[in-house]
């Protein structure tokens, strides 16, 4: 994997996975309490589950991006029709780009390793890893993040 330095390897992301879309969920349901009411959003578990689905499944296309290179399968898999799918469904966009923003913080956190435990608390986990400079991978990871908050706005 000649694209990625000695710090990072390929599937930190996964190793993150479920904390990074479980927090990102959680957090648009902290910012709006109107999520989990009777009527919103993630009301029911099914909803709730769906959305941590979709969150997943975001996450995976981000990741596989990341380890080719190429963001033609994000494109063409995962948002090929989202923005249109979650109209349809009634999804409110304005919460769902904030989970991605909030996916992408977390997830350029652990690339660049300026997660902290005042910013985690009890779900702090360093990463051990050789040290070294991936402010290139995370720009790239950010972008990829960008092009999903684009097309879902």
């Known amino acids: 994997w000649?694209?990625?330095?000695q710090r990072?390897?390929?599937?930190?992301l996964r190793r993150y996975a479920s904390c990074i879309v479980t927090d990102a969920i959680a957090g648009i349901c902290c910012e709006s309490?109107?999520?989990?009411?009777?009527?919103?959003?993630?009301?029911?578990?099914?909803?709730?589950a769906a959305c941590l689905r979709d969150g997943e499944i975001i996450l995976r296309y981000v990741t596989y991006?990341?380890?080719?290179?190429?963001?033609?399968?994000?494109?063409?898999?995962c948002?090929?029709?989202l923005k249109e799918t979650?109209?349809?469904?009634?999804?409110?966009t304005g919460n769902t780009t904030r989970a991605v923003a909030i996916m992408k913080a977390c997830a350029v956190a652990h690339i660049t390793d300026t997660n902290t435990e005042a910013q985690a608390g009890s779900k702090y986990n360093k990463m051990s890893?050789?040290?070294?400079?991936?402010s290139n991978?995370?720009?790239?990871?950010?972008?990829?993040?960008?092009?999903?908050i684009a097309t879902i706005s």
């Open 137 to 148: 991978l995370a720009a790239e990871c950010a972008s990829y993040f960008d092009e999903v």
């Open 33 to 48: 309490p109107g999520l989990t009411e009777p009527g919103g959003g993630v009301y029911t578990n099914r909803k709730m």
């Open 8 to 12: 990072v390897t390929p599937g930190f």
């Open 86 to 92: 979650y109209s349809a469904l009634g999804v409110p």
């Open 129 to 134: 890893f050789t040290e070294g400079d991936c």
């Open 65 to 77: 991006a990341l380890l080719t290179g190429d963001p033609s399968t994000l494109k063409d898999r």
């Open 2 to 5: 000649p694209k990625f330095s």
């Open 79 to 81: 948002l090929n029709g």
